[in-house]
């Protein structure tokens, strides 16, 4: 079991009073060593007090045998007994804040006790029940996102003894008060019992994480209720500069299967995370590395005769998810993998997945369809964001503000694009959320035509939550300009 790296604070509301008799000193400090629960019995009668009997104060009673705490409430109320000290049942509730540590380095990553997640603390509710100053039974409930799904749910009960001292006193009114602080101070800890609960899920799912957002959403679709899935990246992020992070990490060390795009877009963080987080079964040539790009035919391939510089697109263009028909093998490549990984759920990915296929190739038919008037369309973008796209709905790139991938433009390479928008008549200017406005709007304004954005991705715009509305919500942005300009 490996437990969260935590510092905590607990905030109880609550009390605790204690009773003794006015012939007691205003001030009076006991031992007590409890190796075993001290034997106490509730008095049905009297459901709020609680009596000890000798055998509870072994220690105590030999130093001061005239200490005895045998009471119950059938011999009469406790302050007229001298010597006599009963403690009233506590029942406090209150809630437990919990901190993550950070991840300080990377070598600190690699260790198993770090836990580390999105959200760095949890509040825990949790409930006391002390049967006297001498023991007390929390107990926390813990629901939340900590530290992932192994600890999703955790229920602690915790019966702490006493070992020390601690001290009464009586207060001006003549009332009994325990001294918290002094008590709190070297009790309980150092035979604290805890005992962990975890629930654990009835079927260990397989865990995906994927570096893009269209891979997560396909992963959902295929591998539905069998799998659970982290998408390292979301739809208003610039995949090629994704920074690391510890969470990544994190996730990385935790997945069964791995599903990126490839072709170079992750090669900014994915080496390093798979370096430091991920297990021999997400190394290259496993069932569990899932790479689109060797997959599907990629565009715009390097090639020998075309030796320009490419900054980000060195092996190709990697944004492979904007044509229908790639979405399909990479469908039917990430079941034949879960059908390995996971054999018990053989039948539920093939039933996923040929559901998946039927509706994607009518979806497929519908959009081949709906394009079909959108053939020749000049555009400007911004970057090579959408070669896919051109490719099935046979609309053209007039020029790209981007000098090369990844290689911001020259006001002289401006003066260019926006000739070459206006001798093709470009229609609108396409943009892919991330992506900067300024060269846009500069040309925007000469050429006189639109920025307009679309989702490239699951998440990229509000609504686009699923990968049948990316392509639904870009057709109708795309038919729009067609339309309207
Ligand atoms: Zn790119």
Not at 5 to 17: A, C, D, E, H, L
Not at 135 to 141: E, Q, S, V, W
Not at 439 to 448: H, T, V
Request: glycine letters at 6%; a neutral charge; one cysteine or more.
């Amino acid at each position: 079991m490996t437990m969260p790296m935590t510092t905590s604070m607990s905030i109880m509301i609550g009390s605790q009073k204690a009773h003794f008799p006015q012939t007691r000193p205003p001030t009076t400090l006991m031992s007590t060593a409890h190796l075993r629960p001290p034997a106490f019995s509730a008095n049905r009668s009297s459901p709020c007090r609680v009596t000890f009997s000798d055998e509870s104060e072994t220690t105590t009673a030999q130093s001061k045998k005239n200490w005895t705490y045998t009471k119950s409430r059938a011999q009469g109320p406790a302050d007229t007994l001298p010597h006599t000290y009963a403690f009233d049942h506590a029942r406090r509730i209150g809630a437990r804040r919990t901190r993550l540590s950070p991840v300080s380095s990377a070598a600190d990553a690699m260790r198993d006790e770090y836990k580390v997640e999105h959200y760095p603390s949890t509040i825990t509710p949790t409930a006391e029940r002390a049967n006297s100053g001498f023991g007390r039974t929390p107990l926390k409930l813990g629901r939340g996102s900590l530290t992932h799904v192994e600890t999703d749910a955790q229920v602690y009960l915790q019966p702490i003894m006493s070992l020390g001292t601690y001290a009464a006193t009586r207060n001006n009114w003549g009332r009994a008060m325990l001294l918290k602080p002094l008590a709190w101070a070297i009790w309980g800890a150092p035979l604290a019992v805890l005992v962990m609960v975890e629930p654990s899920p009835a079927v260990a799912e397989v865990r995906i994480f994927a570096c893009e957002p269209e891979w997560a959403a396909l992963a959902s679709e295929i591998g539905g209720d069998a799998v659970s899935v982290y998408a390292g990246t979301h739809g208003r992020q610039d995949p090629h500069y994704i920074r690391m992070r510890p969470s990544l990490i994190e996730h990385v060390r935790r997945a069964d299967v791995l599903f990126c795009t490839g072709a170079g877009l992750e090669d900014g963080w994915l080496p390093v995370l798979l370096q430091l987080g991920a297990s021999a079964s997400l190394q290259h040539g496993q069932p569990g590395h899932l790479i689109a790009s060797e997959h599907v035919r990629l565009l715009d391939p390097p090639s020998v005769v075309d030796r320009r510089p490419r900054h980000v697109h060195a092996e190709g263009n990697p944004h492979v998810q904007l044509l229908p028909e790639n979405i399909g093998y990479m469908a039917s490549e990430l079941a034949r993998r879960l059908v390995v990984i996971d054999p018990e759920n053989t039948e539920t990915y093939r039933q996923q997945l040929s559901a998946f296929q039927e509706r994607w190739r009518g979806a497929s038919a519908g959009w081949m369809e709906r394009s079909s008037r959108l053939a020749g369309m000049p555009v400007v973008a911004y970057h090579e964001s959408w070669a896919y796209l051109y490719e099935w709905t046979g609309i053209r790139q007039a020029a790209a503000i981007e000098r090369l991938p990844g290689v911001p433009p020259t006001v002289s390479h401006l003066q260019e694009v926006l000739e070459l928008a206006r001798s093709a008549g470009a229609r609108a200017i396409l943009r892919a959320p991330y992506e900067p406005t300024k060269g846009m709007e500069w040309l925007s304004d000469r050429a006189g035509i639109p920025i307009v954005e679309l989702p490239f991705t699951v998440g990229g715009l509000e609504g686009v939550d699923n990968l049948f509305d990316l392509f639904d919500v870009t057709l109708a942005l795309l038919e729009e300009v067609h339309d309207q300009y």
